[in-house]
């Protein structure tokens, strides 16, 4: 049953694609319905979309190498773009990026639409410019995405390692828009998921109205940046 102050809310099938503008003063909840899932995403400034999300500025400004409660996503003026307000996963990946045409090929087979329909195997690099091509924008828009309900540990050399099970079923994480933010998602497989079998999983979204972040937002006072990050942001809303 739906919470009584959500606005809106549905469910993105498996392997498939959605986009939004968040606007600035609500917040975005993503559930992990089943676990294992995978939800690519990419940010924009709804108004002025060459101001987008920055994955080195998110990562260096904060001292981080994940994502989680406490923690924003910046973009590329230094603005605030998204805070993430609540979170039970923990980890959530942003440095692995997608996957593209011929590595689900090589990983999963062919899959192709004929065969399979509505099911066919689909990419994020590609569903990325799928949904970006709606609002006018391509392949020259696409940069560094966060993967939400994923984890990558890295090691001394530098070597990714894909971790099995970081998101349990019923799992989310909860995004506060603090600017109008273009949002894509999709929920191809992670591209570092060593599966045999091309298995994505749905996500389910719901959107409430979120108060304003106060001086002593926990997203706002976790780093010192941060606390600029905000300044910047709702300077250019005055």
């Known amino acids: 049953m739906s919470h009584p102050s959500v606005l809106w809310e549905e469910t993105v099938q498996p392997g498939a694609s959605w986009s939004h503008v968040l606007k600035r003063g609500t917040l975005l909840r993503l559930t992990d ?14 108004e ?9 500025d998110t990562l260096k400004a904060q001292h981080i190498a994940r994502l989680t409660k ?43 639409y004929q065969e399979f329909r509505n099911n066919y195997y689909r990419n994020g690099h590609d569903s ?22 994923s984890r990558v540990d890295v090691a001394a050399d530098g070597g990714m390692t894909y971790h099995e099970g970081n998101s349990a079923p019923g799992a989310y994480v909860e995004l506060r828009a603090e600017m109008n933010v273009l949002t894509i998602l999709n929920t191809c497989p992670h591209p570092l998921d060593p599966s045999p079998q091309y298995r994505p999983k749905p996500v389910h979204l719901s959107l409430r109205y979120a108060a304003p972040a106060a001086p002593d937002d926990p997203c706002r006072i976790s780093r010192p940046e941060n606390g600029r990050g905000f300044t910047l942001t709702e300077r250019y809303f005055l």
């Open 70 to 112: 406490g923690f924003v996503l910046y973009s590329d003026m230094g603005r605030i773009l998204c805070s993430v307000v609540d979170d039970t996963v923990g980890w959530h990946d942003p440095i692995a990026g997608c996957s593209n045409a011929a590595m689900v090929r090589a990983q999963y087979g062919e899959g192709a």
């Open 128 to 149: 990325f410019l799928v949904e970006l091509g709606k609002w006018g924008l391509g392949p020259r828009d696409l940069v560094p995405n966060v993967n939400f309900f």
């Open 48 to 56: 002025c979309p060459v101001e987008r999300y920055n994955m080195p």
């Open 33 to 46: 319905t089943e676990g294992g899932a995978n939800a690519g995403a990419l940010f924009y400034n709804f």
